[in-house]
């Protein structure tokens, strides 16, 4: 028999348990608990014990890679049992939830197992109980809570002028003593400022592009990779990244006229008839 495990914990739940949650909901926390479980029932003293886990997941729906992965072998008759720590890690959706443990799981002859919430399918009864069908809702209604109060959390917080992205724009970076502070980086900031001089010039963002790139001066992905970013850089035409307009819109935030519209401002004057 093969038995899966499920592990799950959501940015939402990081973001809150020091001032909600009483018990950890680590990754660590929840495979401990559910090896602890295992290791105390004799009928998966020979079983294979196979682990999904989606680190930093939502459970409000199941569009999750471990969870789906776990589903698929589910289907292809591969998993006879699930166990999870309790209901909500396994998902927060109220619906999604009863439907897996009172029709489908029941349906393809898979036991299902919420440790803490001392449920299991094996019981005719389980999955048709009031205290399941209570738990589940409140599951539901607990994750639209935190999750609204997370994002007012984090808007309150960018109110105040405080940055809450993980990484600080081109031109800054978060200061050392203050995580949440942003301060100019100064060769950066100057590669900003002569964008800005340029388009102040006339100059469109095509041509500051192509000035910028005869400058051999690094792309903002290119710089950060200097710098020891480890973030994952998009698709490009050659191996080696370049500047173009939309990469001086994007990370100098300039406005100025577009390439195209410029062309056709100076192609509408070229048509003009002048006036005898």
Known sequence: MTVATYLRISYEDQEMKK??????????????????????HPEFEHARIVEFCDDGWSGRNFERPAVRELLNQVQDGRIRCIVVKDLSRFGRNYLEVGNYISR???????????????????????AESLEVSFKTLLHDIYSRDLSHKVKNSLRFQARQGKCMAAFAPY??????????????????????????????????????????????????????????????????????????PETVIKYCGMSVIPEKRYLARENEKEQEIPVR
Do not use: C
Not at 19 to 40: D, H, P
Not at 106 to 114: C, D, G, S, T, W
């Open 19 to 40: 001032a909600v949650k009483t018990e950890s909901n680590s990754i660590a926390n929840q495979r401990n608990l559910i090896s602890n479980f295992i290791g105390k």
């Open 171 to 244: 031109g800054y970076v978060k200061d050392a003593g203050h995580k949440n502070r942003m301060i100019p980086d100064p060769d950066a900031a100057e590669n900003v400022r002569s964008v800005f001089r340029m388009a102040a010039d006339g100059m469109t963002t095509l041509q500051i592009a192509r000035e910028m790139n005869h400058r051999n001066i690094l792309t903002p992905m290119q710089y950060k990779r200097m710098n020891g970013s480890n973030r994952t850089i998009p698709n490009r035409i050659h191996e080696d990244n370049f500047w173009t």
């Open 104 to 126: 489908v799981f029941p349906f393809l002859n898979v036991r299902f197992i919420a440790v803490n919430d001392n449920f299991d399918s094996s019981n005719p009864m389980a």
